[in-house]
């Protein structure tokens, strides 16, 4: 069975600074990998995945992730942080498996300090 | 095109009653995923539904049960209910059992 851990329940960076959100995972098979973000008194949405191919994906509102498989990460990056990036964030990992699940891990609250 | 929608947006319930929250995917997307974001806890799956069938379930108690329909819209029941089962229960469609999930705004139960 997969799993995710999340380094951090809560990261505070300065507007303009780099933003790094790490993410660990478990899976005795390739994984798929996801970020997504959640604004407040929302759902999920997408930020990016990997599946298979290139290991470093882009995702939305330049946001990039890098797939390292022998440190079994996933982190996910930002360059320059925004006030508009506050929110919570979270790595989940699935196998293509159609009797398994996607596992999210507990998420990390990202707070972007003026 | 309509995403996921889930109702009620708020639910309040006493001890002991039963709560029912109902989800409709995206159209085409025949897999439901019903998750609990309880504070501090992330999200925990609850129950997988494909094609009209439980595929999988997560550890939580029999008292939380749902089904999904012909149409692919999905409920989820909590019976009994306790103070603890207050959270915000999302719901969520695909397409395929790895790909992405869509979201939908969820459920949020509270049990007084």
């Known amino acids: 069975a997969q799993s995710v851990t999340q380094l951090g329940s809560h990261v505070s960076v300065s507007e303009g600074a780099l933003v790094l959100l790490r993410c660990n995972y478990s899976?005795?098979?390739?994984?798929?990998l996801f970020w997504y973000v959640q604004y407040p008194n929302q759902g999920l949405q997408l930020l990016l995945k990997?599946?298979?191919?290139?290991?470093l994906v882009k995702g939305i509102n330049g946001f990039e992730a890098e797939f390292k498989k022998s440190e079994t990460s996933f982190h996910l990056t930002k360059p320059s942080a925004h006030m508009s990036d506050a929110a919570e964030y979270f790595c989940?990992?699935?196998?293509?498996?159609?009797?398994?699940?996607?596992?999210f891990g507990k998420g990390t609250r990202l707070h972007i300090l003026p | 095109e309509a995403g996921v929608t889930q109702s009620p947006t708020h639910l309040i319930k006493t001890r002991g009653q039963q709560a029912t929250l109902r989800c409709s995917p995206i159209s085409g997307h025949t897999s439901v995923y019903w998750y609990q974001q309880a504070l501090g806890l992330g999200l925990q799956f609850l129950l997988w539904y494909d094609e009209g069938e439980e595929r999988n379930r997560g550890n939580f108690p029999p008292r939380f049960s749902g089904r999904q329909f012909p149409n692919y819209s999905s409920e989820l029941n909590v019976n009994a209910l306790e103070l603890e089962d207050s959270a915000l229960y999302l719901c969520?469609?695909?397409?395929?059992?790895?790909?992405?999930?869509?979201f939908g705004e969820g459920s949020r139960l509270t049990v007084l």
């Open positions: 990997y599946t298979t191919g290139a290991t």
């Open positions: 969520a469609s695909s397409f395929d059992s790895a790909g992405e999930l869509f």
């Open positions: 899976s005795s098979v390739p994984p798929y």
């Open positions: 989940a990992v699935s196998v293509w498996n159609r009797d398994d699940k996607i596992i």
